[in-house]
């Protein structure tokens, strides 16, 4: 038997719509003529560098144990396949900046609650400390993976971020004046 063996493999990502069906199995019909594989396994994209694959290693022993994972490295086809993709990692980084800036605003009304209604005890600052820490840390790990740089998105977050610690010292000065 001859196996003719691939020098590359192309990994396609597509998503159609759900309805109306037929256009779904169409697409399917027309890679599996084509010789398609359709593994049963979740895919995912990240990018290829350094810091990823020490990442990736740590992982790959967790699914080793349970499971399989197979590692297939590309490059988009074309510049339009690759603009697509850089735009869906820099819509997801922008909607964990965006919690971020809700979670941000949350905390500054929250203090502006507690002064209001006199929440000043010292278990309450301390409780705001937290919370804030925790915006920090969140901040921290979302620029870790973003990828496409595009350091406004991180600023208008540190710039709020600013304003929650200027409202974190005040609250801190009323309740221990």
């Known amino acids: 038997m001859v196996i003719k063996k691939p020098c590359s493999w192309l990994t396609i990502l597509y998503d159609v719509p759900s309805q109306p069906s037929r256009l779904k ?5 027309e ?5 398609a594989l359709y593994p049963q ?5 990240i990018p290829d560098n350094s810091d990823n694959r020490k990442r990736l290693s740590k992982i790959e022993d967790i699914i080793a144990d349970n499971s399989r994972i197979m590692k297939i490295q590309g490059k988009s086809v074309n510049e339009d396949d690759q603009n697509n993709l850089l735009r869906i990692f820099r819509i997801e980084r922008d909607k ?8 941000c605003q949350e905390f500054i009304d929250e203090i502006k609650t507690n002064i209001r209604n ?11 400390h937290e919370v804030l820490d ?24 540190e710039k709020l971020l600013q304003k929650c610690q200027d409202s974190m010292d005040h ?3 009323i309740s221990h004046p």
Not at 96 to 101: C, K, V
Request: glycine residues 4%; aromatic residues 10%.
């Open 118 to 128: 006199k929440k000043t005890a010292q278990e309450e600052v301390e409780e705001m």
């Open 25 to 29: 199995v169409r697409v399917w019909r």
């Open 41 to 45: 396994l979740s895919i995912c994209l």
């Open 171 to 173: 609250f801190a000065e």
């Open 134 to 157: 925790g915006l920090v840390r969140w901040l921290d790990k979302v620029k870790s993976i973003d990828w496409i740089e595009r350091p406004s998105a991180a600023v208008k977050v």
């Open 96 to 103: 964990q900046y965006d919690e971020i800036l809700e979670e």
């Open 31 to 35: 890679f599996k003529s084509i010789g």
